[in-house]
């Protein structure tokens, strides 16, 4: 039996079972929990033998590639994850051939050779082998925002942006899930400091992005369709769309960003190609309907990924980086990370043209230099009570009948307030028509997930105007959406930052156990959603 409970929709809010409601199989569940197993494996080694990290480059990409591949809806393949744990133990068995000491872990021993071995030694190491509830709740809410700063930092390192520090902590935190005797004060202890390392990689990450990109500027983006035949790209890894562009610059083809890479056209170095056409469709599980009339290829940068219901758009689905899906192309890079996209081209070429399903423009662009670069008319707003409250509407959006209530709460907040959102949460009211504040939009899109720590800066910033000594005396609210692993640690990286009373939906999660929710509504405040009407009551204070 398969047991995971790591992302918003698990079944009955505790756990899948059977099968993923994400879609993965049981042994594709197995195959992950074994793969994070043999990485806990490695960090045992390195952090007993105080192994220097800096060193050990390729075996840190690796991991942190790995975990990656366990992030919700990134990695159906199998095959792929298979491959991966075999790799995983080769360099783990490197390491431990170095090694001084003989007192390791097993999971810096066992060997699992046979797919039938694999999958019998990780029905002994999943979730439920840690016996108190507890304990075992801290530990994989750890695990899940390591998921998520892998994530972030898999994106910097392709930039060329590394931090021995942050993959130093990773491993800290991988080995110390291994000792059971860790008291609920520990844990609470190491959740925040996997928050501040949360920070600390979205700041890299920004860092990275920013230094090859530019500053986001704000933009209107086409979400109207051209003539031409085209390549759909999604998920959030900017390098990838770099690399497309280039290759496609003067083919024909043209380029529209899906779902979470939409916030790419706000980035100047992106403006300068003429085939980078547009946004297509929405949040990424719309991909069902919105791929069918697509057309034309689509390539998955990262995770996002929806078994699809037709074999002809799976002929159309090419996978790359930690992403894989049975069936699928997966394009793999060169040893300077290059990719030759040419087959997804020439695909592109013999296909039709996307299907228009709506048009006009949306605006986005409001990451911290852009919006510090109107701190002065915001400011002026907030004292003139033309501004009398922020929402940070920020994370991810769901297939959820119940995510409705992030539509209907946008549009029954009063006119005189501000949406400041990041993540694909924004397709529930980005499109609303919502209006402005003195030329201020009501909606200011940061960007992808990771640009949480735009929103976080911005908040601090007024902070620092206000001269206030507490970020939550601010007028701002915390709305918060979250589906998988990378909204976790955006919400970890809040909480370190001191943010309390934070709403989180559109339930919470399931890994948190009755006693560890009680710890983060008595310490953080942490509650869940009521009806529309009377949560913006309860922000209002009315």
């Known amino acids: 039996m398969m047991f995971c409970f790591q992302c918003q929709e698990t079944a009955k809010g505790t756990g899948c079972e059977v099968r993923g409601v994400c879609g993965k199989t049981e042994d594709v569940a197995k195959l992950q929990d074994l793969l994070i197993y ?34 919700t809806n990134a990695n159906f393949d199998a095959d ?33 050779g046979s797919l039938e071995e694999k999958l019998k030694k990780a029905a002994d190491i999943g979730v439920l082998s840690t016996q108190n509830e507890d304990i075992r709740s801290f530990k994989e809410m750890n695990i899940y925002g390591l998921k998520g700063m892998a994530a972030y ?38 959740t925040l400091k996997t928050g501040q390392y949360g920070v600390s990689v979205m700041a890299l990450l920004d860092q990275a992005n920013t230094e090859k990109y530019g500053n986001p500027e704000i933009s209107d983006v086409n979400i109207g369709v051209r003539k031409n035949p085209a390549i759909l790209i999604s998920g959030h890894d900017l390098t990838d769309l770099e690399q497309l562009l280039e290759q496609t610059k003067d083919s024909g083809v043209d380029v529209y960003t899906h779902s979470e890479m939409l916030p790419a056209h706000y980035y100047p170095a992106f403006k300068k190609y003429p085939n980078f056409a547009g946004n297509y469709g929405n949040a990424w599980w719309k991909q069902i309907d919105e791929f069918a009339s697509f057309k034309g290829p689509i390539l998955f940068t990262t995770n996002c990924i929806v078994p699809p219901r037709s074999e002809e758009v799976r002929g159309r689905i090419f996978t790359t980086g930690a992403t894989g899906y049975p069936g699928c192309i997966h394009i793999v890079s060169d040893e300077k990370g290059k990719k030759d996209f040419s087959q997804i081209i020439e695909l592109a070429k013999t296909l039709e043209p996307p299907v228009e399903i709506e048009s006009g423009t949306i605006v986005g662009g409001f990451a911290h230099e852009q919006v510090f670069a109107l701190a002065d008319k915001i400011v002026d707003a907030v004292k003139s009570g033309a501004i009398k409250k922020f929402f940070v509407m920020a994370g991810c959006d769901g297939r959820m009948k119940s995510r409705e209530y992030y539509t209907e709460f946008a549009n029954n907040l009063p006119a005189d307030t501000v949406i400041m959102t990041a993540g694909c949460a924004k397709y529930r009211y980005n499109k609303l028509g919502l209006g402005d504040i003195n030329g201020i939009p009501r909606v200011l899109d940061a960007g992808q997930c990771n640009d949480s720590y735009s929103l976080a800066l911005i908040a601090l910033k007024l902070q620092e105007v206000f001269g206030l000594d507490d970020i939550n005396k601010l007028p701002i609210a915390f709305n918060i959406a979250w589906y998988e692993q990378k909204a976790v640690i955006v919400l970890l990286a809040l909480l370190y930052l001191g943010v309390k009373n934070i709403h ?20 953080f405040g942490i509650s869940g959603i009521g009806t529309v009407e009377d949560d913006i009551k309860l922000f209002m204070g009315a």
């Not at 043999?38 to 790995?66: P, Q, R, T, Y």
């Not at 000491?101 to 066992?110: C, I, L, V």
């Not at 800290?172 to 004060?185: C, F, K, P």
């Open 38 to 71: 043999s990485l806990k494996g490695i960090a045992d080694i390195i952090n007993k033998e105080k192994m220097d990290v800096s060193k050990l480059g390729n075996i840190n990409h690796e991991v942190i590639k790995s975990l990656f591949m366990t992030i």
């Open 80 to 112: 792929a994850l298979e491959k991966q744990i075999d790799e995983m133990i080769l360099l783990r068995d490197s390491l431990k051939s170095k090694s001084a000491s003989g007192s390791f872990h097993d999971a810096a021993s066992f060997q699992a």
């Open 153 to 190: 930092f898999h994106h910097a390192l392709n930039l060329g942006k590394d931090s021995p520090e942050i993959i130093s902590y990773i491993y800290e935190t991988l080995a110390a899930s291994l000792d059971d005797s860790l008291s609920t004060d520990e844990w609470v202890a190491r």
């Open 504 to 523: 989180l939906g559109p339930t919470l999660p399931g890994f948190l156990s009755p006693n560890v929710a009680n710890v983060l509504v008595e310490n």
